[in-house]
C-alpha cells in the first residue's frame, strides 16, 4: 500500500452517512518504495505518480469507477501516448493485496518485454473494516463502504521512450511533446542572417497561431547540423529547415522525426508550412500508434502447447495468449518454467477456450503470458 493507511485513517473520520458518498480523492505525490534493482522511469526507488482513492455506497458503484479510472488510463496511454494496452484483470497471484480484484493495462516495450502500465482496484470492504469506516444507509443502518483506488506513475514516461525511441534518442507523440515544432534557420553568413531570422520568425508565429507548440532555435555558435541532432535527440517529431536556397525558392523544408532521412522529408510553401505542420502532426501521432500496435501483434503468438510457448518465450519473447486453468499451482509452474508471469486476463475473451496450455484441464481463461519490467 502507498497511501491507503493515511487517507483511510481521514475517510473513517470525513464518512458518516450515505450523503458524504461517494468520496472521491485525487492526488500528486512523491512516494519511496524499497527497490533492490532499480531502473530508470520503470522502477526507481522514488517517483512521482497520480492516485487515486474512492469510497461508496455501492459494490456496482465502486467496480464501476474502478473500470472507468482502468478506461481513462488507456485512453491516455493509446490517444496521447500512441501506445496500444491490453485491458484485463489480474491473476490473484498478481493482484494488489488487500484487493478483492485488480485491473491493469500491459504494454509492449520495444525490447518485446511487457509494462504494466496503469492498475485500478476494487477494494470490496477489506480496507473499510480494517479502519472501522462507516456509514448510516438509507435505512439508517451501519454499512461499511465499497472502495477503490487506482494509480499512474513516471513508469509512463519510461513506457513512451521504450515503445517509441530509436538509436537517435526519443521520438514523442505531438499530443505528448512539450515542442511539437522546431523551427531551424540555416545561415551561412552574415548577408543572410537577417532574411532567414525573419521568415523563421514568420513561420514560428504562424505555427503559434495555428495552436501549435513551436519554438526557433535561434543559438549562435552551433551549427545547423548540431541542432538538428539535438533536437531529434530530445524527440521533438517535427522540425522546419529554412535557409537562403529555400526563400529564393518561397518554400520551406520539413522534416519528420518518426522517418529518419530523405524519407521524411518534403518541401512545402513557405505561406503553408503552418497548415502542412497541423496536418502532419496527426498523421505522425496516428502513425506511432500503427507503427506500435503492428511490432505488437509480431510479437504476438498463440501456442498450441507449452513446449511451443517455452520455446517462444526464450527465443523470441513477446506477448503469448494461452489458456489457463485458474490454478494458482499451473501459473507458479509456468513462471518457474519460463520466468513469464500471467500479465492479465483479457476483458475480452474468446468463446472456446480449449484445454490449459499447462495441465490440458479444461481452460477456464485465455490469459497473456510474457516476462515483464
Not at 363 to 371: N, P, W
Request: charged fraction near 25%; include cysteine; charge should be negative.
Amino acid at each position: 500500500p502507498t497511501s491507503e493507511t493515511i487517507i483511510n485513517a481521514m475517510f473513517a473520520k470525513w464518512i458518516k452517512s450515505y450523503r458524504d458518498l461517494p468520496l472521491l480523492i485525487n492526488q500528486w505525490a512523491n512516494v519511496v518504495r524499497w527497490e533492490m534493482r532499480t531502473r530508470l522511469f520503470l522502477r526507481t526507488t522514488e517517483f512521482l505518480w497520480q492516485e487515486g482513492h474512492t469510497a461508496h455506497e455501492t459494490e456496482q458503484e465502486a467496480r464501476d469507477e474502478a473500470l472507468l479510472m482502468l478506461d481513462v488510463y488507456a485512453r491516455f496511454a493509446e490517444d496521447w501516448a500512441a501506445t496500444p494496452v491490453i485491458r484485463g484483470i489480474k491473476s490473484d497471484a498478481e493482484k494488489f493485496a488487500g484487493a478483492v480484484e485488480s485491473y491493469s493495462i500491459e504494454a509492449m516495450m520495444g525490447d518485446v518485454k511487457a509494462l504494466q502500465a496503469g492498475t485500478s482496484h476494487y477494494l470490496g470492504q477489506n480496507f473499510a473494516k480494517a479502519f472501522d469506516m462507516r456509514f448510516l444507509d438509507r435505512d439508517n443502518e451501519l454499512q461499511y463502504p465499497h472502495q477503490t483506488s487506482w494509480g499512474v506513475s513516471t513508469r509512463l514516461i519510461g513506457m513512451t521512450v521504450m515503445v517509441h525511441g530509436d538509436d537517435q534518442g526519443l521520438i514523442l507523440p505531438p499530443k505528448l511533446a512539450p515542442h511539437q515544432v522546431v523551427v531551424v534557420p540555416i545561415v551561412r553568413s552574415d548577408t543572410d542572417a537577417d532574411t532567414v531570422y525573419e521568415a523563421a520568425w514568420e513561420i514560428t508565429s504562424a505555427l503559434h497561431d495555428r495552436g501549435l507548440r513551436a519554438t526557433m532555435d535561434d543559438r549562435d555558435g552551433v551549427t545547423p547540423g548540431f541542432k538538428f541532432n539535438d533536437w531529434e535527440m530530445k524527440g521533438v517529431p517535427l522540425r522546419v529547415e529554412i535557409g537562403p536556397r529555400d526563400l529564393a525558392e518561397g518554400q520551406a523544408i520539413l522534416a519528420r522525426r518518426d522517418r529518419p532521412g530523405r524519407e521524411g522529408k518534403r518541401a512545402v510553401p513557405i505561406e503553408g508550412v503552418a497548415q502542412a505542420a497541423g496536418d502532419l502532426l496527426v498523421e505522425i501521432q496516428q502513425g506511432l500508434f500503427d507503427r506500435a500496435t503492428a511490432f505488437r501483434d509480431e510479437h504476438t503468438a498463440y501456442p498450441a502447447t507449452f513446449e511451443e510457448m517455452r520455446e517462444g518465450i526464450e527465443q523470441e519473447g513477446g506477448f503469448f495468449h494461452a489458456a489457463w486453468c485458474g490454478s494458482p499451482d499451473c501459473e507458479a509452474a509456468i513462471q518457474q518454467q519460463t520466468q513469464a508471469t500471467i500479465r492479465n486476463i483479457p476483458f475480452d475473451q474468446p468463446d472456446d477456450l480449449g484445454p490449459c496450455i499447462f495441465c490440458g484441464a479444461p481452460g477456464e481463461h485465455l490469459a497473456v503470458f510474457s516476462k515483464a519490467y
